[in-house]
Antibody, heavy 122, light 106 residues
Framework: QVQLVESGGGVVQPGRSLRLSCEASGFTFNNYGMHWVRQTPGKGLEWVAVISYDGSNSFYGDSVKGRVTVMRDNSKNTLFLQLDSLRADDTAIYYC???????????????WGQGTLVTVSS | VVLTQSPVTVSLSPGERATLTCRASPSVSNSLAWYQQKPGQPPRLLIYDSSNRATGIPARFSGSGSGTDFTLTISSLEPEDFAVYYCQQRSHWPLTFGGGTKVEIK
C-alpha cells in the first residue's frame, strides 16, 4: 500500500550525528519531491527540509541550515536526513512527507510517515 | 512568516459548526493549507491553496481566505473530527506552521 516508513531515530549525545531513513512504497517515488518535518510538544510542527524529485535541489529550515543534509536514492525508493552537530533542541519526532505535486514541489504534504523519535541527551 | 491560529482550544458538540482561523504575517496570498492531527498519528492534509479539498476529504470540511486571514470550517462535527488542526503556508521560505487549534468535545 501507499506508505512511508521512517527509521534511524534514537538517543544520541549532543554534538553527535544521526542518519534517518524513510522508505517509500505504493507510489512512484522518483516523481515526487520529499520533505522532512519535525514535531515537539513545545514548538509544534517545524518544517526541516525538502529535496526535489530528482535530487537536484534542496532547501532547509533556518534552525537546521548548515547542520542537516537531505538526500535521496531513487533506485531504492529511500529518503535520508543526515543530522550533524545535534543539540538538545533537535529532540523531536521526525516525519518524512510526500509533496502533493508530481515533477515539482507545491510544498504541501499529502502523505506522512508515522515518524521516528530523535532524543538528544547526554 | 508567522501564522497565528485562534482559538487555541474550542469546545463543541457533535453536529455543531466549527470555525477555525489562521492569521498570516505577512500576506501569503492563497498559499495556505490545513491539516488535522489525532493523538499518536501524523498530520493529514485537509485543504490546500486555501480552499481545495485534498483527495478523500469529506465535503463538510471547507477552507476560505486569502492574504492574511483564513478560515477552516467544519459544517457539522462528526465524532472523528475532534482533533488538533494546523495551518501551513508555502508562500515564503521557510515553510511554516501555525501553533494549532484543538477541537475538543463539549
Amino acid at each position: 500500500q501507499v506508505q512511508l516508513v521512517e527509521s534511524g531515530g534514537g538517543v544520541v549525545q549532543p554534538g553527535r550525528s544521526l542518519r534517518l531513513s524513510c522508505e517509500a512504497s505504493g507510489f512512484t517515488f522518483n516523481n515526487y519531491g520529499m520533505h522532512w518535518v519535525r514535531q515537539t510538544p513545545g514548538k509544534g510542527l517545524e518544517w526541516v527540509a525538502v529535496i526535489s524529485y530528482d535530487g537536484s535541489n534542496s532547501f532547509y529550515g533556518d534552525s537546521v541550515k548548515g547542520r542537516v543534509t537531505v538526500m535521496r536514492d531513487n533506485s531504492k525508493n529511500t529518503l535520508f536526513l543526515q543530522l550533524d552537530s545535534l543539540r538538545a533542541d533537535d529532540t523531536a519526532i521526525y516525519y518524512c512527507a510526500k509533496d502533493i505535486r508530481q515533477r515539482g514541489t507545491l510544498n504541501y504534504f499529502d502523505l506522512w510517515g508515522q515518524g521516528t523519535l530523535v532524543t538528544v541527551s547526554s | 512568516v508567522v501564522l497565528t491560529q485562534s482559538p487555541v482550544t474550542v469546545s463543541l458538540s457533535p453536529g455543531e459548526r466549527a470555525t477555525l482561523t489562521c492569521r498570516a504575517s505577512p500576506s501569503v496570498s492563497n498559499s495556505l493549507a490545513w491539516y488535522q492531527q489525532k493523538p499518536g498519528q501524523p498530520p493529514r492534509l485537509l485543504i490546500y491553496d486555501s480552499s481545495n479539498r485534498a483527495t478523500g476529504i469529506p465535503a463538510r470540511f471547507s477552507g476560505s481566505g486569502s492574504g492574511t486571514d483564513f478560515t477552516l470550517t467544519i459544517s457539522s462535527l462528526e465524532p472523528e473530527d475532534f482533533a488538533v488542526y494546523y495551518c501551513q503556508q508555502r508562500s515564503h521560505w521557510p515553510l511554516t506552521f501555525g501553533g494549532g487549534t484543538k477541537v475538543e468535545i463539549k
